[in-house]
């Protein structure tokens, strides 16, 4: 039988998450250092990384400092970017076959936005077969007018955890 493979997949941690002018992602700082901890863990371990690049028009234009990858994740020569033009990392891109040529069975998930671009990877990578974690505390996006990040973070792990991922805080996930 052949062992498991898992890779974690960091979902559009770009600067343009970082620089809405009067907008702060929920728990912004927090967020990121459990980001930054489990991309350290996952590369201590040998684990793959995979970045999600959202590239489309306005402040996701390839190439603009905006587009970029946060300099705090920044990928590492021979780790994988995806760049996706959906919410969905699977929709378009090569992230399917990127996992299978890597025998890749098990996804780790972080990053933003929790009712975007989190959401519909999660629910895809379950509709593919794909055994998946979201990390419960390393995940975020806005307030948008009617809830606060908070509770939309709140409410896409309760709504992801337990039929489309398994929930864990950042802390808990080994590689």
């Not at 039988?1 to 979902?11: D, G, N």
């Not at 990127?98 to 519909?120: H, K, P, W, Y």
């Amino acid at each position: 039988m052949v062992e498991p493979r898992t890779a974690l997949i960091l979902i559009d941690v770009q600067e343009a998450m970082f620089s809405y002018p009067g907008m702060k992602l929920h728990d912004e700082e927090g967020v990121m250092e459990r980001i930054v901890s489990l991309l350290g863990r996952a590369r201590q371990s040998n684990t793959p990384v995979i970045f999600i690049q959202h590239t489309e028009d306005e402040e996701y234009t390839k190439g603009l400092p905006t587009w970029q990858i946060s300099s705090r994740v920044a990928p590492l020569p021979g780790e994988k970017i995806i760049e996706k033009p959906t919410w969905d990392a699977f929709h378009l891109t090569g992230l399917r076959e990127e996992l299978e040529r890597a025998g890749i069975t098990n996804l780790v998930f972080a990053g933003m936005q929790s009712e975007f671009c989190v959401d519909s990877t999660c629910r895809r990578a379950f509709s593919l077969g794909y055994s998946s974690v979201l990390a419960e505390d390393a995940h975020s996006t806005f307030d948008n007018g009617r809830l606060t990040g908070e509770e939309i973070v709140r409410h896409h792990n309760g709504v992801l955890g337990g039929r489309f991922v398994t929930l864990k805080p950042s802390s808990e996930i080994t590689f």
